[in-house]
């Protein structure tokens, strides 16, 4: 059976949710229609889809205009009629962006195959960046920086594309110079043309008032006239580093069946996974095998009370974070403090509105998985940090069959500190940054990607043999030493990085220790910095 992603689910729920009020065009059916809306709004604005978001808040704010009461309905002909349009262009768009975004996802697919080659690099619209207004060389300069990453990108003077054109790529758009009245109505067309697509305003007048109207009418990110090539490529590849964002998993300990049938329907709604939980001692095990981001309990259960679950729960290092809404029909406020104090992050009373429910647990869960990326990831480049690097390569190295091999490379930016004495930290920062998104783009998905520390990474290339290995790598340092950063002065310089690489499949006594292997990579790095630097080096050769 085919299973519909939860953006898809919410249109689908929307055109059905219109359908139902155009056969029985009542206030009920309308209420309906509103809440699905707003349910696809709020969707639309998690993912930072401004395009779809600006579309879809517009639709809702008419929607809630005509909301009314049980005399208000049903709306006007023609105001049905035109409700009727604006809805089939949205959800034909939604369809497109999913469509879009389920291309990409299957090439990623692909590129995880066993027989999949290490490297490949998408090639669809959404790896394209279109350059509008007159910049000229420094049009020429983005370009040729955004080629060494793979992305194309193209110079469109003022014209503005088709009508209704779905590409997903991004679009920068130069007001410099230019008057609001020239540079407004161009942005709010180019937004009503490319509405699935990325818009980014530079040469902004660095004033409240501009950026407001560039914001209001659909600009995704506005940058001042004095920002440096260097930041306008960081805003481009930064937004390449969006990810498949994971469906919130919630456990639901209730031992009333219908209640649970209730959330869990409110939840499964908005594309959450749930399981329910009937028997409260059976709570840790499920928590260890479901890993949820979120844990929904009962106050009062035969047997075992919530709170007693919770405090049972926090006595285990590994779920301490996990946050706990309690869900009752207590109301006493001095045993819903004391019921927190003890282990519970949020109380709701029952009976509980599913909207609220929805909200409180999309911002604990937000919250959780943020605390949760601070602690595993790298705060400047995103990327693993040491410890969560070795844990992740560890793994990957007990997961091996037999006949499959892991390379394990260490790079080493080349001359680093003289870039951060020269030109500064923040420099040197933005160089750091810029391997690191070079190496997400060109590497897989599943591929371990780590900073080991200072101007040091470690990757992890599952399936991949040694030739292929050097490969992939030679190829990423050539285009990264071609790339154009900006220090002092604005002086143009580049730098290098050298790399270490060992296979475990070459030797059996590295089949399962990743501190030898380790080891080995890190003595092939420094014999590439020994030959001079700019080079990669296979442990052995």
Same mark, same amino acid.
């Given at each position: 059976m085919l299973t519909l992603s939860p953006l898809l689910q919410k249109e689908r729920a929307l055109r059905l949710a219109w359908a139902k009020y155009l056969a029985f065009p009542d206030f009920e059916h309308f209420v309906e229609f509103s809440l699905s809306l707003n349910n696809c709004t709020d969707a639309l604005s998690q993912q930072s889809q401004t395009g779809l978001h600006h579309a879809c808040r517009q639709l809702e704010q008419q929607a809630l205009a005509l909301f009314g009461d049980e005399n208000s309905h049903p709306i006007a002909e023609d105001i049905m009629n035109s409700l009727g349009d604006q809805i089939a262009r949205l959800g034909g768009l939604?369809?497109?962006?999913?469509?879009? &975004?389920? &291309?990409?996802?299957?090439?990623?697919?692909?590129r995880e195959k066993p027989d999949a080659a290490p490297i490949?690099?998408?090639?669809?619209?959404?790896?394209?960046?279109?350059?509008?207004?007159?910049?000229?060389a420094r049009w020429h300069d983005l370009a040729t920086?955004?080629?060494?990453?793979?992305?194309?990108?193209?110079d469109h003077g003022w014209k503005l594309p088709a009508p209704d054109h779905s590409g997903l790529g991004?679009?920068?758009?130069?007001?410099? &110079?230019?008057?609001?009245?020239?540079w407004l109505p161009t942005l709010r067309q180019l937004r009503e043309r490319v509405p699935l697509a990325r818009i980014v305003c530079l040469g902004m007048p660095n004033e409240f008032a501009a950026m407001n109207q560039a914001l209001q009418v659909g600009a995704d990110r506005c940058m001042a006239q004095s920002a440096?090539?260097?930041?306008?490529?960081?805003?481009?590849?930064?937004?390449?580093?969006?990810?498949?964002?994971?469906?919130?998993?919630?456990?639901?300990?209730?031992?009333?069946?219908?209640?649970?049938h209730v959330i869990s329907r409110a939840l499964k709604e908005?594309?959450?996974?749930?399981?329910?939980?009937?028997?409260?001692?059976?709570?840790?095990?499920?928590?260890?095998?479901?890993?949820?981001?979120?844990?929904?309990?009962?106050?009062?259960?035969?047997?075992?009370?919530?709170?007693?679950?919770?405090?049972?729960?926090?006595?285990h290092d590994e779920f301490l974070s996990i946050p706990i809404v309690y869900l009752s029909g207590e109301t006493n406020i001095g045993l819903q403090m004391e019921a927190l104090r003890l282990g519970g992050d949020q109380f709701l009373t029952k009976p509980f509105n599913p909207v609220l429910v929805n909200a409180v647990v999309k911002s604990k869960i937000d919250r959780y998985r943020e605390l949760r990326r601070s602690m595993q990831n790298d705060s400047l480049t995103g990327l693993l940090n040491h410890i969560s690097s070795q844990q992740a390569l560890a793994a990957a190295l007990e997961g091996l069959r037999d006949g499959e091999g892991l390379a394990v490379v260490m790079l080493d930016i080349d001359h680093f500190k003289q870039v951060n004495d020269t030109h500064g930290h923040p420099v040197g920062d933005q160089v750091i940054r810029s391997l690191a998104w070079m190496l997400k783009q060109r590497l897989r998905h599943s591929d371990i990607i780590g900073r080991y520390g200072g101007e040091e990474f470690v990757v992890g290339l599952a399936r991949a043999r040694a030739n292929d290995a050097v490969e992939i790598l030679d190829r990423i340092r050539s285009d990264f030493s071609r790339i154009t950063f900006h220090g002092i002065d604005d002086t143009p310089f580049c730098t290098s990085f050298s790399v270490g690489i060992a296979v475990c499949a070459e030797s059996a006594s590295m089949k399962k220790d990743l501190k030898t292997l380790l080891e080995a990579a890190d003595s092939a790095l420094y014999q590439a910095k020994r030959q001079g630097r700019n080079r990669v080096v296979l442990t052995g050769r």
């Open positions: 939604l369809r497109r962006y999913c469509a879009g &975004e389920g &291309e990409i996802a299957e090439e990623r697919r692909a490949a690099r998408i090639t669809n619209s959404a790896q394209q960046v279109f350059l509008m207004g007159k910049r000229g920086q955004l080629g060494y990453f793979g992305i194309s990108a193209h991004v679009y920068l758009l130069d007001v410099g &110079e230019q008057h609001a009245t020239h440096s090539l260097q930041q306008i490529l960081s805003q481009v590849l930064a937004h390449r580093e969006t990810e498949e964002v994971e469906s919130y998993r919630v456990l639901i300990v209730e031992d009333s069946r219908t209640a649970a908005y594309g959450t996974l749930t399981r329910t939980l009937y028997d409260p001692l059976q709570t840790l095990s499920v928590v260890r095998q479901f890993q949820p981001d979120l844990i929904l309990m009962d106050m009062y259960m035969p047997g075992c009370t919530g709170v007693e679950v919770a405090r049972v729960i926090r006595q």
